[in-house]
Structures are given as C-alpha cells and as structure tokens.
C-alpha cells in the first residue's frame, strides 16, 4: 500500500502510474491479441463481429462499474483518513451488491443482445458471430465484474502492483485459451469470449485469495458480512455520477457504432482495429489520469490541499512526454500496426484504420490534459463537473460524428474527426474549472475537514475502460 500524503509528489505518481500502465496494456492486450488471433485465424468477418458486439457488453456493465468506483472512491478517503472500521463495511456492503448485480447484469444482457445488434444495424455478415460473442460474455460476466472490483479496492488503499501480477497471469492464461479455442478447436467469436471470461475470473479468486491473506483491513470475518444501508447510500450518491457517465458513454459508444456500421463492413473493420491500437496508445495516459485522482483523495482524506497542485504539474509532465513518444510511433507505423489484424492485403481497412490514426494521434495531448484535469476534480470531491463535461462531449461526440460524416467529402473520416473535437471541448471545460478554485471547497462544504474525508468520498479511481 502506498500514502500518498507525504514524500515527492512526482515520484509518488510516477510509481503509481508504472503499474497502472503495465496492467491498463495487460487489460487491453485481452482484447488486442483476442483481435488478432480472431482475425488470424477466422477471418476479418469474425475479427468485425467481435468489435461489433463490444458496444453491447460495455453498455450492460457501465452502469455497475460506475458505481464501483463511488465504493473505491471512499475506500481511498477512509484509507486516507485512517478510518479502517468504515472502510472494512464499505467493502463487505459493495461486495454484496456487486453479487446480486451481475447476476441482473446476465439475464438482462441475454435477453437484449439480439434486439440491440438489429437496431445497431449490425451487417447481417457477422450477426451471428456477434451475438454468440455476448452470450458467452454475459454468461460469464460475474467474474469479470469482481476481478474489477476487486483490484479497483486494492488500488483505493494505495495497491498498484498486486492486481498488476494478477492480471499478468490471466493475460498469459487468455492467450493460451484463444490459441486452445480459436486455433485448436475451430470456435470462432464465442471463443474469444470464452478466454477472457476465464481468465479474468481466476484473476478475481487470485485478488480474493491475496486480499483474505495480506491486506488485513480488508480481510472480512463472519459478522462483517453485513450489508450497511447507510454506507451503500453514501457509496450510490458518490458513485452516480461517474455510473451516469459511464452509462452515457456507453450509450454513445452503441450510436456511433451504428454510425460506423451504416459505412459497410470495411469501415467496421477498419474501426474495430484502429480502436485496439487507440487503447493501447493511451493506456498510460489513462494510467496518469487515475494515478492523479488517487493522489489527490488521499491528500484530500488528509487535509493536504497543498500537495493537490504539485501532483498534478508533476503528472502533467509525465503525460507530454508520453504523449510525444507515442504520438510519433503512430504516425510513423499506424497502418503496419492495422495490418496485424487483418494482414497487408486488405488494403481498404489499412487505408481507413491509418487515416484514423493520424487524425486522433495528434490530440493525444488534449486527451492526456483532460484526464489529468478531471483526476483532480474527482479526487478533490467535485464530481459534477466531471459528469457535465463528460455527457456535454460524448453529445458532441456523437453530434459532430452525424454531422460530419453526412457531407458527401467527408465522408466516414467525420467519424474520426469528431473524436478530437470532443477531447478539445472536454479538456477546455475541466482546466477552466480547475483554474476557476471552485473545486478546493468541495470536500470542506458544510463538514470539517476529517467528516468531509468520509462522506464527500468522492472520487479515486475512476474510467477503467476510459474516454477513448
């Protein structure tokens, strides 16, 4: 465990954000590897049914994962101010209601997924590879919820690195699977599914396992499995917001893949691929993001404002210098990077996924200054803001991908383009936000200092999939 309320505040988020980086690559290589062999093996239909199919899955969790986050967030500000007896009933509520929601999360994603690929418009092509995709998904989603869940509470109490050996394990484990599925057995989408289903579900017992063991003010007994309704309202309050914005993304994330799917099969192929290279490209950004809220609830929990700015100068100069290094390999290598999905000679989706990555590479920069802005806001209490923002881009988002892509010279790159306008919009609001001081008074209003630490408990890890 790490606290964060005293020492360099660079070093500190640099070494917070090492691991953060390392497991956001190991979460994305589940699906960047899944996409290759899929492709590889099956072909770019089965390759495109898959990306196809990921909107659906994502919409159905968001919700639950956004409130996980409000149980993490208070976690990290009782860590931070030392209360351990509430933080224990915090996890031993949160853990129950997770339970009894993916269980709701199963029926309900068996039930809509054919209904929501037919309104998507899903080409009739990779329908049935799509929908098999989220039935073994949601049957299995139970595990993949408490894996999250459960390295997302290791980290609220300053734990970067244990989830990290985890996820290590299930990403070796899933790549075994694919290649024992896809390869040896001849499944097609299902068996991607498959793979990271049980994977992620050994990676949860493991964070189980490890917690149980070594991290004794989460270790529960008996008579702490008890459900605290008082504790789970604060958590729903705090978490709602980031549970709305988690949902609206994923609501946007189906509209513009129906935008995307409207452009025939090429596009949604090209879409699919340029996307698995996005997320890789920006998983340390996403790593300082959360590196930067964490810092700043703990100091928050500790009634450090002092440090809160220093943190963030010293991730934002961790993020530029990301940003122009990664920046430059996309530019330079983006359609031989697109062609390890489909191969060299679908020369229609590398012209299409290249041109997506030299349009959003560029603004990763803004990305980055985004997530470190609302790191802080979110860590300092001032969770609103963040949700505003957050739905006013993806509405532009989504708004600009429409208009754009409707002027005939324009064309499917409106997609691309509105995915920059949205980050520069994002980004303007939360740095004038933080510029304007408003947040400082958001975890003191109307308690002190240690009370507001407690039931403010507003914001420490956040976006594990992301604004991407």
């Given at each position: 465990m790490r606290d964060m309320t005293k020492g360099s505040e660079f070093r500190h988020i640099l070494a917070f954000s090492l691991p953060l980086f390392i497991g956001n690559v190991l979460q994305q290589l589940y699906f960047f590897i899944d996409s290759i062999i899929i492709g590889r093996f099956r072909g770019a239909n089965a390759f495109a049914a898959v990306n196809a199919a990921t909107p659906v899955l994502f919409l159905m969790i968001a919700l639950v994962m956004g409130l996980t986050m409000g149980a993490t967030i208070m976690i990290s500000q009782f860590f931070g101010a030392k209360d351990h007896d509430r933080l224990r009933r915090t996890y031993a509520t949160s853990m129950i209601f997770y339970l009894g929601a993916a269980v709701?999360?199963?029926?309900?994603?068996?039930?809509?997924?054919?209904?929501?690929?037919?309104?998507?418009?899903?080409?009739?092509?990779?329908?049935?590879?799509?929908?098999?995709?989220?039935?073994v998904s949601f049957a299995g989603i139970t595990g993949m919820i408490l894996y999250n869940s459960f390295a997302a509470f290791l980290r609220g109490v300053g734990d970067s690195k244990t989830p990290l050996y985890f996820l290590a394990i299930s990403t070796v484990l899933n790549i075994g699977l694919d290649f024992v599925f896809i390869a040896g057995l001849g499944?097609?989408?299902?068996?991607?599914?498959?793979?990271?289903?049980?994977a992620q579900t050994v990676s949860g017992v493991l964070c189980l396992v490890y917690i149980n063991r070594r991290v004794p003010i989460l270790k529960l007994s008996r008579k702490d499995l008890v459900f605290d309704g008082k504790l789970f309202a604060t958590s729903i309050r705090v978490?709602?917001?980031?549970?709305?914005?988690?949902?609206?993304?994923?609501?946007?994330?189906?509209?513009?893949?129906?935008?995307?799917?409207?452009?025939?099969?090429?596009?949604?192929?090209?879409?699919?691929?340029?996307?698995?290279?996005?997320?890789?490209?920006?998983?340390?950004?996403?790593?300082?993001?959360?590196?930067?809220?964490?810092?700043?609830?703990?100091?928050?929990?500790?009634?450090?404002?002092?440090?809160?700015?220093?943190?963030?100068?010293?991730?934002?100069?961790l993020m530029v210098l990301i940003c122009v290094v990664i920046t430059g390999i996309v530019?330079?290598?983006?359609?031989?990077?697109?062609?390890?999905?489909v191969g060299a000679g679908d020369t229609g989706v590398l012209q299409q996924g290249g041109e997506y990555l030299r349009v959003?590479?560029?603004?990763?920069?803004?990305?980055?200054?985004?997530?470190?802005?609302?790191?802080?806001?979110?860590?300092?209490?001032?969770?609103?803001?963040?949700?505003?923002?957050?739905?006013?881009?993806?509405?532009?988002?989504?708004?600009?991908?429409?208009?754009?892509?409707?002027?005939?010279?324009?064309?499917?790159?409106?997609?691309?383009?509105?995915?920059?306008?949205?980050?520069?919009?994002?980004?303007?609001?939360?740095?004038?936000?933080?510029?304007?001081?408003?947040?400082?008074?958001?975890?003191?209003?109307?308690?002190?200092?240690?009370?507001?630490?407690?039931?403010?408990?507003?914001?420490?890890?956040?976006?594990?999939?992301?604004?991407?």
């Open positions: 709701v999360v199963t029926v309900v994603g068996l039930l809509v997924s054919r209904p929501l690929l037919v309104l998507l418009d899903t080409p009739a092509e990779i329908l049935p590879g799509a929908l098999a995709f989220l039935k499944m097609g989408p299902e068996g991607v599914a498959l793979g990271t289903v049980i978490g709602l917001p980031m549970a709305v914005q988690q949902s609206v993304l994923g609501i946007s994330g189906l509209a513009v893949q129906g935008l995307v799917n409207s452009f025939g099969l090429v596009t949604v192929t090209a879409y699919g691929a340029a996307i698995r290279i996005d997320q890789i490209a920006t998983a340390f950004i996403l790593s300082i993001g959360m590196s930067t809220t964490t810092f700043t609830g703990q100091n928050v929990g500790a009634g450090r404002f002092d440090r809160v700015g220093k943190g963030l100068r010293a991730s934002l100069v530019l330079l290598f983006g359609e031989q990077l697109i062609a390890m999905f959003v590479s560029v603004f990763y920069v803004v990305f980055g200054l985004m997530f470190c802005m609302n790191g802080v806001l979110r860590g300092s209490g001032d969770v609103m803001v963040p949700l505003y923002t957050t739905i006013a881009t993806l509405v532009t988002r989504v708004a600009a991908a429409y208009v754009l892509s409707a002027i005939a010279s324009i064309g499917h790159r409106g997609i691309w383009w509105s995915i920059p306008v949205s980050w520069v919009l994002a980004s303007s609001i939360s740095t004038m936000r933080y510029f304007s001081g408003a947040w400082k008074t958001k975890a003191l209003t109307a308690r002190n200092r240690r009370e507001a630490a407690a039931n403010a408990a507003a914001q420490v890890i956040l976006e594990e999939e992301c604004l991407s």
